[in-house]
Structure formats: structure tokens, C-alpha cells
Nanobody
Framework: QVQLVESGGGLVQSGGSLKLSCTAS????????AAWYRQAPGKEREFVAG??????TRYGDSVQGRFSISRDLKTHLYLQMDSLVPEDSAVYYC?????????WGQGTQVTVSS
């Protein structure tokens, strides 16, 4: 059973930074692709950033230039978030595609105060 656990969320002031971590129960390179999504109250889940096996990254328009996705050589996926604004407040989820299935974490709350 593949498991993903997010951590690193919290409360931060506008303009501040946070780094989210996602710990997988398997080597992170086992995923064909891994990504971060977010969901704010009353809104649909939104793509934030993704990385594929070769290391190519992609970002949502609203976070381009402010967020950075990365991974280590073991079991971690990261999301560095800079220049945060209140509109970035949401529950952030980690997702991994493994053997044709999507696996999701439980999410971590990020709140940005103005």
C-alpha cells in the first residue's frame, strides 16, 4: 500500500515562505510523476506543481516564479513556497502516480495572513 504524508504547513504572514514536505512509503523515483495540488474552501482542487521522472517540472499559472518543486534521492517530495499571499491559503495535497494509479496524501493546511 503506497502512502503519502504531507507536513510543513502552518500560519505565515503575507510575503513569507514555507516549505512543504511529502514523505512516501516507497522511493520517490518509483512514481512516474508526482505533484502538489491545493484546495481552498468552496473551490475545486487546483494543480500547483508537478515533476516527472526525468526531472521536468511544471507549475500552475498562479504560482509560477514563486513556488518550486523538488525531490530528494529517497522518499521525499518538496514544495518551496515564497512570496506567499492570502490567496495561497488552502489545504495542500501531495499526489503520486504509481503503476497506473493515483495516490494522495491527507493534506496539510497552509494559511497566509494579510
Amino acid at each position: 500500500q503506497v502512502q503519502l504524508v504531507e507536513s510543513g504547513g502552518g500560519l505565515v504572514q503575507s510575503g513569507g515562505s514555507l516549505k512543504l514536505s511529502c514523505t512516501a512509503s516507497i522511493n520517490i523515483f518509483s512514481f512516474n510523476a508526482a505533484a502538489w495540488y491545493r484546495q481552498a474552501p468552496g473551490k475545486e482542487r487546483e494543480f500547483v506543481a508537478g515533476i516527472v521522472g526525468g526531472g521536468t517540472t511544471r507549475y500552475g499559472d498562479s504560482v509560477q516564479g514563486r513556488f518550486s518543486i523538488s525531490r530528494d534521492l529517497k522518499t521525499h517530495l518538496y514544495l518551496q513556497m515564497d512570496s506567499l499571499v492570502p490567496e495561497d491559503s488552502a489545504v495542500y495535497y501531495c499526489k503520486g502516480n504509481y503503476r497506473g494509479r493515483e495516490h494522495w496524501g491527507q493534506g496539510t493546511q497552509v494559511t497566509v495572513s494579510s
